[in-house]
């Protein structure tokens, strides 16, 4: 059973990616046409409208007719929900073969931005770092985007930094915490 919300949000994020429909769509009778999507999302019609008129009244979403197609724009308010469904799915890929290096994460946020630094923190161990202290965290495989976009979403870019490292002494219990050979 899908959760409640959750076609709202595949709306959402299709929408980010220049969702277009046919007008024909919305009206009466023309649900053919969008079959595949219907399809992919296991929903029907009805549900598909109601979840787009939920997201316009909550003004994430607004539509642009141009001819026969209506468009469906992300306003501000839905480019930054999505910005935070894309946080959600945020993942940093185990390559074959780890290269030997080491990331780590550095931070001194300050005191008037305790929210945002607790968020790094759940964040960085929710993707797999590891904590070497409050403000210091390594991982084995390359994750400079997912730390630039965290960054970015935060907005505390100025407090971070990230390092690349080719040897942390006596590193054998971390790498086994990670399953490095």
Avoid at 37 to 45: D, E, I, S
Avoid at 99 to 119: C, Q
Avoid at 124 to 138: A, N, Q, R
Avoid at 161 to 172: G, L, P, S, T, Y
């Amino acid at each position: 059973m899908r959760r409640k919300g959750e076609l709202t949000k595949q709306i959402l994020i299709t929408a980010g990616t220049g969702l277009a429909i046919a007008t024909m769509f919305l009206l009466p009778g023309s649900g053919r046409m969008f079959l595949p999507f219907l399809k992919k999302f296991k929903t029907n019609r009805q549900n598909f409208v109601k979840s787009l008129k939920s997201l316009k009244r909550d003004r994430l979403v607004d539509f642009r007719e141009q001819g026969d197609v209506c468009k469906i724009i992300l306003t501000e308010k839905g480019k930054k929900k999505l910005l935070e469904y894309n946080l959600d799915r945020l993942k940093i890929k185990k390559p074959k073969k780890w290269d030997k290096i080491w990331r780590i994460v550095t931070f001194d946020i300050p005191e008037a931005r305790r929210p945002a630094r607790d968020a790094l923190r759940n964040k960085l161990k929710e993707i797999g770092f590891y904590p070497l202290h409050k403000s210091v965290f390594v991982h084995p495989f390359p994750c400079l985007d997912e730390i630039q976009f965290i960054e970015e979403i935060f907005k505390i870019g100025p407090y971070i930094n990230f390092v690349e490292a080719c040897r942390i002494e006596d590193d054998d219990w971390l790498k086994s915490k990670f399953d490095l050979s």
